[in-house]
């Protein structure tokens, strides 16, 4: 769950309240605010699902070894520490120095990365990880099963990620290539959470430097290696000389540039200054893709817009103005008003693209005069209409998705305001609770369920404060222990259930990612859980 100007990513308990506002407000954004990625399905695609490579818009054009690719970000990263990254912009950063013992392919399906393999015990508690061989850190030595147990232990600690291996009792290096894991709880999918790009392997100790200190010019066994950091400027990579996988990557050099201003980012585009861009405006995406020598990617990811209702109010713990709320907004017309068609209308709050999405929850269509009904009934019964949406400020697509709602409930009976706020005071009023209702977005870094999961109560129901927490945090504790998939599927199914039926949580719509780019740039590749990776990316010509 990615945070900052991004996607939900908040960490233990102890880290929540400084870091999940980011997340659950953050830019709302699309094109031209707050974006990463998903699998692209080409210029034009809608909804989300499935994924490919950006092949320059031919699909069978090879890129060249060499070059240089720019890419402009919106914005620059807070920290290149894997084990503190809590927002995208860091996250797109380190993902192209560091890399996990598993990894999920552009489909989202988990194959094995810098481990060869991992084999459980009968009772899912040990868990014996077979090193992949030949590995090398960026500075040429080689990746030992101590580096991994280090690794795996610092990630364990960390304020951020902590939660997500709290199964896990001991990690110890058993041989040469072998490391050993031992839980407390049989763990029904430890290759889920070792799939989290966060739980990157470094050396040993930090290779003899603080973290502090490591994290000023980061070592990792990724296709590219930390150059330089210009602040507020740009972030240089080099190419890797000894990456492990033959052959790639196929860059010289990767720079990220920091362009927070949206028609900035896009005009330099199209004047060929830059290679990619993030997010461009979604509204300018049908004259990029007429451009003969640009190619969008529209990339699939679990992303889902919502309004959180914040039950701490009077207002809310009303059950006929939750359900009047979520009768009254037009969804459909967010996605094309706002999405430009891009995207679909939300049901479940786990996104498709996750493992056990529940497809058989849909968004309810607008009705207006039941939630008028519904709404003059609560009123007898003592409420008061008026409320005030919070959102990040200067964000095309935020604005536009909050006026959408403040007329759809405006419509309806409500007495709505807008409250524009800048991320540092949003990261304040959200965990304090002092908001009525808040428009944000959610994501995930790993496809199985669990993050998302792990989190919604560890976060007070995404700060709306909902009474399902405690039966959210017991199910989700059934989940990752469960003896089968299909007991699994059934935990995740309920928790979908129960946050669908307390209706806190306003589910808007599923919402892919953007980038644009030249035509020659080929391999450009981003998962389901929306990180590019340039491993495989070059030019045709």
């Given at each position: 769950m990615k945070m900052g100007l991004g996607r939900f990513r908040f960490g233990a308990v102890?880290?929540?309240?400084?870091?999940?506002?980011a997340i659950v407000v953050a830019g709302c954004g699309g094109g031209g605010t707050s974006s990463g990625g998903g699998g692209a399905t080409g210029a034009g695609a809608n909804g989300a699902g499935s994924s490919e490579t950006v092949s320059g818009g031919e699909g069978e054009a090879q890129a060249k070894p060499g070059g240089t690719l720019t890419l402009a970000d919106f914005?620059?990263?807070?920290?290149?520490?894997?084990?503190?990254?809590?927002?995208?912009?860091?996250?797109?950063?380190?993902?192209?120095?560091?890399?996990?013992?598993?990894?999920?392919?552009?489909?989202?399906?988990?194959?094995?990365?810098?481990?060869?393999?991992?084999?459980?015990?009968?009772?899912?508690?040990?868990?014996?990880?077979?090193?992949?061989?030949?590995?090398?850190?960026?500075?040429?030595?080689?990746?030992?099963?101590?580096?991994?147990?280090?690794?795996l232990e610092t990630i364990r600690k960390s304020p951020v990620w902590g939660i997500m291996f709290e199964l896990v009792e001991s990690v110890k290096a058993t041989g040469p290539d072998t490391v050993v894991i031992k839980t407390s709880k049989p763990a029904a999918k430890l290759e889920g959470q070792l799939s989290l790009p966060f739980a990157a392997i470094v050396p040993k100790n930090f290779g003899g430097e603080s973290e502090e200190e490591f994290a000023a010019h980061p070592i990792g066994t990724g296709p590219f290696a930390y150059a330089s950091w210009k602040r507020g400027e740009s972030l240089t990579f080099d190419k890797n000389k000894y990456y492990w996988k033959p052959g790639l990557p196929l860059l010289e050099k990767v720079v990220f540039e920091m362009v927070p201003d949206v028609n900035s980012r896009d005009s330099q585009l199209r004047a060929g200054e830059l290679d990619v861009v993030a997010s461009p405006d979604w509204s300018q995406l049908p004259a990029m893709e007429?451009?003969?020598?640009?190619?969008?990617?529209?990339?699939?990811?679990?992303?889902?817009?919502?309004?959180?209702?914040?039950?701490?109010?009077?207002?809310?713990?009303?059950?006929?103005?939750?359900?009047?709320?979520?009768?009254?907004?037009?969804?459909?017309?967010?996605?094309?008003?706002?999405?430009?068609?891009?995207?679909?209308?939300?049901?479940?709050w786990l996104m498709p693209g996750l493992e056990f999405h529940d497809e058989t929850i849909k968004a309810p269509a607008q009705d207006v005069a039941k939630a008028k009904k519904l709404?003059?009934?609560?009123?007898?019964?003592?409420?008061?209409?008026?409320?005030?949406?919070s959102l990040l400020k200067g964000q095309t697509f935020t604005t536009t998705v909050a006026q959408i709602i403040q007329s759809n409930l405006v419509e309806a009976g409500f007495s709505v305001s807008l409250r524009p706020l800048d991320?540092?005071?949003?990261?304040?009023?959200?965990?304090?609770?002092?908001?009525?209702?808040?428009?944000?977005?959610?994501?995930?870094?790993?496809?199985?369920?669990?993050?998302?999961?792990?989190?919604?109560?560890?976060?007070?129901?995404?700060?709306?404060?909902?009474?399902?927490?405690?039966?959210?945090?017991?199910?989700?504790?059934?989940?990752?222990?469960?003896?089968?998939?299909?007991?699994?599927?059934?935990?995740?199914?309920?928790?979908?259930?129960?946050?669908?039926?307390?209706?806190?949580?306003?589910?808007?719509?599923?919402?892919?990612?953007?980038?644009?780019?030249?035509?020659?740039?080929?391999?450009?590749?981003?998962?389901?859980?929306?990180?590019?990776?340039?491993?495989?990316?070059?030019?045709?010509?």
């Open positions: 102890a880290a929540v309240l400084a870091l999940v506002a914005d620059e990263p807070i920290s290149l520490n894997p084990f503190m990254v809590a927002d995208i912009l860091s996250s797109h950063a380190v993902t192209q120095m560091f890399e996990p013992l598993f990894k999920a392919d552009v489909e989202g399906k988990l194959e094995p990365w810098l481990a060869e393999s991992m084999k459980a015990s009968p009772d899912r508690k040990t868990f014996t990880v077979t090193l992949r061989k030949g590995v090398k850190f960026s500075n040429g030595k080689p990746m030992t099963s101590a580096d991994v147990a280090f690794s007429a451009e003969p020598n640009l190619h969008v990617g529209i990339y699939k990811a679990s992303i889902l817009d919502s309004l959180g209702l914040n039950m701490k109010e009077p207002l809310f713990q009303n059950d006929k103005v939750r359900e009047a709320i979520n009768l009254a907004i037009d969804r459909e017309g967010i996605v094309k008003a706002a999405l430009f068609g891009h995207g679909e209308t939300a049901g479940s709404l003059a009934e609560a009123v007898k019964e003592g409420v008061e209409p008026t409320l005030q949406i991320e540092s005071a949003m990261n304040s009023v959200l965990p304090a609770g002092k908001y009525d209702a808040a428009l944000g977005l959610l994501a995930s870094n790993i496809v199985d369920p669990s993050e998302l999961a792990s989190f919604y109560p560890a976060t007070e129901a995404l700060y709306t404060f909902g009474s399902n927490a405690t039966k959210v945090a017991k199910l989700e504790a059934e989940a990752v222990s469960a003896p089968s998939e299909k007991i699994r599927g059934q935990r995740y199914a309920e928790i979908q259930e129960a946050v669908e039926e307390e209706k806190a949580l306003v589910t808007l719509d599923y919402r892919p990612f953007v980038w644009a780019m030249q035509g020659n740039v080929t391999g450009f590749q981003v998962g389901v859980t929306s990180d590019p990776w340039l491993g495989e990316t070059g030019f045709t010509e």
